[in-house]
């Protein structure tokens, strides 16, 4: 019998049933004759060098990777050394974009320029703060919140006050600005409108009636692009927050009941300051949303080829929550480059490691009930189908399983390896695991030393009655 693993089931005190979404593992939906699909180990993230600070956001601007780490901006070589080029204040997440000449930051709430040569700040008093900011037809284009703000085209240091533009289908104060398809897109807080660039001697861009969108987005960081789509974390006016995508003029609900549930164990506040980037990788196309203790990761890609929504989850350290350790992903060198958001480590993603720098991490999945009709079963085995042999000398290749018969409650961990490096004909399987009287959920984990992908599970049952 085969049991599905590319989600699970769990139950709560409210009495509901619950997905569980694999932790640390990535869906991959391809049938290689043992299954449809497969989860594979996460990238691991392997470290490339260390800089002045904490890193703050990263860009590929002409073939050079740059970062802001600490107070600092630094150009990485592609051995992973660091240069600073200048003086980035403040430690908040910053906003890069670029023109045909000069990188523009968004840091502190203010503009700042390099040219490469030096570091300077845009002083002109009616730029206003800084939330975000883009680049669009020759314009640095931000946002103070209130007003839509463009740069003069003959100096990018200058603002003309009459050349405000505003988003004013609702009061709402604008959270970010995205350019797709060259044109502007003002999320607001629960509304978004879409501006083009009609010129003009007061401000360029003018709203595209009927491509107005109920739906805004909960913070300066909560929305990406990703192909020709922005997903956010939002919601309408009066409504609980909700991940969406939008496009052509529409908006549709991607988030799950699930996603919702740990959505809403968040404040307000605290889903303001997330941040959403996205990764185009191998057939995959990621959203990834960084969480106080948690990653949430979205698959567009795999949830079109699944028919069904696919998320996972990822995490750093050896508990089941713990911050993911990846922050900022930058294509440049020929790697995905990402940096450490509690340490002043900068790394890359590894598929040859599960380990976050060296450090082990956990991970785990759980089934769908298993149940039959009321009548029960006996266990006698249990196998993953697995790839083994993977690991690395000297790592922890224990593989664990335990049961819930209630979906809150769990047995004691039953072990097993996956089989030491190079052993790659290892069977990994439990046998005499119990019996149900109605339904069981079983769940599977271990750490990051067994690097094993799981093509699928197999169980020998045998009825109780019939």
């Not at 840091?107 to 939330?131: I, P, R």
């Not at 989850?313 to 993911?324: A, D, M, N, P, Q």
Request: glycine share 10%; hydrophobic share 35%.
């Amino acid at each position: 019998m085969q049991i599905p693993i590319l989600n699970g089931i769990y139950t709560d005190q409210k009495s509901d049933f619950r997905t569980s979404y694999p932790r640390n593992y990535v869906p991959v939906p391809k049938e290689q004759g043992i299954s449809k699909g497969y989860l594979r180990p996460a990238s691991g993230l392997t470290k490339f060098g260390e800089g002045p600070g904490i890193d703050r956001g990263g860009i590929n601007w002409n073939g050079i990777y740059y970062r802001v780490m600490g107070t600092s901006l630094v150009s990485i070589s592609a051995t992973g050394v660091p240069k600073i080029l200048g003086d980035i204040p403040g430690i908040d997440q910053v906003v890069f974009s670029y023109s045909f000449d000069r990188l523009a930051i968004v840091a502190n709430k203010k503009l700042f320029y390099y040219d490469g040569s030096e570091v300077t700040q845009v002083t002109d008093t009616d730029l206003g703060k800084v939330l975000d900011m883009t680049w669009v037809d020759g314009y640095f284009m931000t946002t103070d919140g209130e007003f839509l703000v463009v740069t003069e085209l003959n100096d990018p240091y200058a603002v003309n006050p009459l050349k405000y533009g505003s988003s004013e289908i609702d009061p709402d104060p604008i959270q970010r600005i995205l350019k797709l398809r060259n044109e502007i897109h003002a999320l607001n807080r629960y509304t978004t409108e879409v501006f083009n660039n009609v010129g003009g001697d007061f401000f360029p861009f003018q709203r595209v009636d009927g491509a107005q969108i109920m739906k805004g987005c909960i913070g300066n960081r909560a929305a990406t692009i990703i192909g020709d789509v922005i997903v956010f974390v939002g919601s309408g006016r009066n409504e609980p927050p909700a991940v969406y995508i939008m496009q052509a003029g529409s908006s549709a609900k991607i988030s799950t009941r699930e996603i919702d549930e740990i959505l809403l164990t968040y404040s307000e506040k605290s889903l303001s300051t997330i941040l959403m980037e996205s990764r185009i990788d191998r057939g995959h196309q990621f959203v990834y949303i960084h969480l106080p203790d948690r990653t949430l990761v979205y698959d567009l890609a795999s949830t079109q080829e699944l028919d069904e929504p696919c998320w996972f989850v990822l995490t750093s350290g050896l508990g089941e929550t713990g911050i993911y350790r990846a922050r900022n992903y930058v294509y440049c060198y020929d790697k995905w480059l990402c940096a450490d958001p509690i340490t002043k480590n900068h790394g890359y993603l590894d598929d040859k490691v599960s380990t976050h720098y060296g450090e082990p991490i956990s991970w785990d999945f759980s089934t769908q009930i298993v149940y039959n009709n009321s009548k029960g079963a006996i266990f006698h085995s249990l196998e993953l189908v697995v790839l083994p042999g993977r690991s690395v000398v000297g790592a922890d290749t224990t593989v664990w399983t335990q049961f819930s018969l209630d979906g809150m409650s769990w047995s004691q961990r039953f072990d097993t390896s996956s089989g030491k490096i190079g052993s790659r004909d290892s069977r990994v399987a439990w046998f005499q695991q119990g019996f149900m009287e109605n339904w069981r959920i079983q769940k599977f984990g271990g750490t990051s030393g067994s690097h094993m992908s799981v093509a699928r599970l197999e169980a020998e049952l045998e009825p109780l009655s019939v």
